[in-house]
């Protein structure tokens, strides 16, 4: 079975400021795993996607996130916080074969202050 | 023009009314979801479909319905809605097992 924790439901950072939103996961088989960011009355919109290859991926707006496999973890990241950062953000894990569920994390609201 | 489509974008409805969300899509995509978010409660999967005959429930689909209309088209019903179906609905489409899911903007359901 998998799981997916996001281990802090709220964020806040300064502007320019590094970001560090976390996510660990339980999977018993090959992952894949994706970020996804929810801008208040919008849809959730792809960040990034893990599914097996580098494990340092890149992703829209200059987010990354690295895939640890001896720590479980799949971690955002951003050197640099703007102001329109400030959304919810979701790690979601799945499997890369047999599989229809999606496992969504609790989310992690992010605050950018100026 | 968005790839995954949700109508309406808002709905107010009353206790034991039927309501119907729909959802189409031009990603060309076979599979089909619909989730319901509740605040802190992250996505719950109501139904999903992997193609026009093909139609499954997820964890929490009492008191919904489903259809599939064509490739491109997968609607929700609330047969007759209660006030603990208010939530946000959203729609979502995915190419194959493992790839990522792609979100309509949502629909916002109040049930009084």
């Known amino acids: 079975a998998q799981s997916v924790t996001q281990l802090d439901s709220h964020v806040s950072v300064s502007e320019g400021t590094p970001v560090l939103l976390r996510c660990n996961y339980s999977?018993?088989?090959?992952?894949?795993l994706f970020w996804y960011v929810q801008h208040p009355n919008k849809g959730l919109q792809l960040l990034l996607k893990?599914?097996?290859?580098?494990?340092l991926v890149k992703g829209i707006n200059g987010f990354e996130a690295e895939f640890k496999k001896s720590e479980t973890s799949f971690h955002l990241t951003k050197p640099s916080a703007h102001m329109s950062d400030a959304a919810e953000y979701f790690c979601?894990?799945?499997?890369?074969?047999?599989?229809?569920?999606?496992?969504f994390g609790t989310g992690t609201r992010l605050k950018v202050l100026a | 023009d968005a790839d995954v489509t949700q109508t309406p974008r808002n709905r107010i409805t009353k206790t034991g009314k039927r309501i119907m969300l729909e959802c189409s899509q031009t990603?060309?995509?076979?599979?089909m979801y619909w989730y319901r978010q509740d605040p802190g409660l992250g996505l719950q999967l109501i139904y999903y479909?992997?193609?026009?005959?093909?139609?499954n429930k997820g964890e929490i689909s009492d008191g919904y319905s489903v259809s599939r209309q064509a490739q491109a088209k997968f609607s929700l019903s609330l047969e007759s809605a209660i006030p603990n179906q208010t939530a946000l609905y959203f729609c979502?489409?995915?190419?194959?097992?493992?790839?990522?899911?792609?979100f309509g903007n949502g629909t916002r359901l109040t049930v009084t």
């Open positions: 979502a489409t995915s190419d194959n097992t493992g790839s990522p899911l792609h």
């Open positions: 999977s018993s088989y090959s992952p894949s």
């Open positions: 893990y599914t097996s290859a580098a494990t």
């Open positions: 979601v894990v799945t499997l890369t074969s047999g599989t229809y569920k999606y496992i």
């Open positions: 990603k060309g995509h076979d599979r």
């Open positions: 479909s992997f193609d026009v005959k093909d139609i």
